[in-house]
DNA sequence: CAAGAGACCTGACTATAGTCAACCAATATG
DNA sequence: CATATTGGTTGACTATAGTCAGGTCTCTTG
């Protein structure tokens, strides 16, 4: 019992049962699991139905079934899609939102008892609850453009700037700001942000802001710790390097630290050589890359 | 999405549909999901039906129900138990056996499929399932006697003396060997040798053997990595004392080295004192407590 | 040794998940 | 512009999980 495979089943029967724990603490709520997962997914400004479906792999039938049943709950309306009008739309009404609240605090409590249970490791059991569930989605992973003042890029931003912190050794704690709201430098048509996401949790960022004329600079290429290791740092470059194609730039500069040894090897690995430098500490290395 | 319930819902989410997939692959094999996962619970040398019950969180009707579909097919036989008539046991036959050794190949095959997505970090996912599980599993932990010669007490051993090397700056991978498989120090009635089980992983380990007439040696004081910070250490001292209480046994005696700082607090808030060396390096402290 | 409790079995039942095929409407494609 | 594809809906169906009560042994306990 000591290979990783006898583990992996040890992992899913544990994990089978809480996962029955957790539908019978929802079913309390008067309604099948099926519905309260997908309950759980439909926001109130509204939510892709294709996206929900395919979030929890539901056969598409099966699927609209849960919605009518939602619907005749009153807790949910379904509107078509203006942009493709086979799709549907589906958004909280009132009640639906306190019925949400009411599974969020069901989850919170649960987590609660979980995070205490954990005492002093909590925090390694989220993140190695961050490692699995990343690891799972890895398939789910998509890359989209985001609003730079928006609480993930933000949140993105601060983990950036933490492990600059913790890794580079010229790197002060006060020495980086979030960006300035009033700002366009990292939006669309000057620049770019974009957020890679597993299911619902940032795992990586990278941005796109202008110098001049068509010289551009790539900025903030972080990874989350739980995706690491699965090439998407590579996946967050090739996708900020077609977005600044796609707007006209021709050169593309960054400054980065020698201490950052595997962002490094990523960008000798695909192009990027020496250019002078042009900012000034932390920073150690600038390179370049024509387009 | 940054707090730590969020996280938890989305850990589930991935998780369920995870399971999700691991059912229709083992739906693979014509059998329904309960019954496969009764069967994998079933020893080729007879399991105690109540414990599967347990394990898996069963209704007693329902889990006879799996027992009589599977022992229809050939799978298994069950026999009551001879130490309580009211209970049975259930046993794999030959054609168990071979079902077994399918489902064990398409679990080699999902886990193979997962550590190769891990890449180079195969070793932290499964230590981020081992920590949940354990978490998950934490009600069910046992406390077991265990035969010094078992595979899981020596793979508890070995772990223990890796750590001890890695800990302990005295103490160099030479010097500690596996127990004589003809000794009986730690086998009663001379000694013991308690297992912790979380699920069918052992995650701690404690052992007695005879010193001189009524004095006995506590050895080997061990958690897993998974289950530290809850508690176990404790409860292993404690069980084993109950043990050597039982047994007739006057004062304990163990050494230990200082640089185990977590297992020194322990033993100090237990009521056991200094006393006079009785071994050499890596040992620096030696403690006593009379029962 | 009687009474109560525990472990298991069986029958009867319900609720839920999931499948499949037929169908409609909107959009993409050659 | 005909045709294929996509997203979604509905009805009919099956399989499975799970619940509950009543029953039979067997063991424990006062």
């Known amino acids: 019992m000591l290979d990783p495979i006898a583990r992996l089943r040890r992992f899913n029967r544990a994990v ?25 997914l439909v926001q109130a400004e509204g939510t892709d139905v294709a996206l929900i479906r395919d979030r929890l792999a539901l056969d598409s039938g099966l699927m609209s079934r849960f919605l009518r049943s939602l619907e005749r709950e009153g807790l949910i309306t379904t509107a078509t899609d203006p942009a493709d009008r086979r799709r ?8 639906g939102q306190e019925e949400m609240a009411a599974y969020d605090s069901i989850g919170r409590d649960r987590a609660a008892r979980l995070i205490a249970r954990a005492r002093s490791r909590a925090g390694e059991v ?31 931003l601060q983990a950036y700037f933490d492990e600059l912190v913790a890794r580079v050794p010229a790197a002060q704690a006060g020495m980086f700001s979030l960006p300035d709201p009033q700002s366009d430098s990292y939006r669309p048509p000057k620049g770019r942000f974009l957020i890679a996401w597993s299911d619902d949790l940032p795992v ?30 590579r996946r967050l470059m090739t996708a900020i390097e077609d977005e600044a194609k796609a707007m006209g730039v021709g050169l593309l500069k960054l400054d980065t630290n020698s201490a950052l040894t595997e962002a490094l ?25 024509a387009l």
């Open 16 to 40: 089978t049962r809480e996962v029955g724990v957790l539908d019978t603490s929802f079913l309390g709520r008067g309604r099948p699991l099926g519905a309260a997962r997908v309950l759980q």
């Open 88 to 95: 549907r739309i589906a958004r909280l009404t009132p009640r």
């Open 126 to 156: 989220v993140a190695a609850m961050d490692l699995i569930a990343t690891l799972l989605n890895r398939d789910q992973l998509a890359i989209r453009p985001a609003d730079p003042d928006s609480p993930e890029a933000l949140a993105c």
């Open 204 to 233: 990586g960022c990278v941005s796109l802001r202008p110098l001049d004329g068509t010289v551009a600079e790539v900025k903030r290429l972080w990874v989350h710790d739980s995706a690491r290791g699965q090439g998407l740092a």
């Open 265 to 289: 090897a990523l960008y000798r690995a695909t192009g990027w050589t020496a250019t002078a430098p042009y900012t000034g500490t932390p920073a150690d290395t600038w390179l370049e890359k």
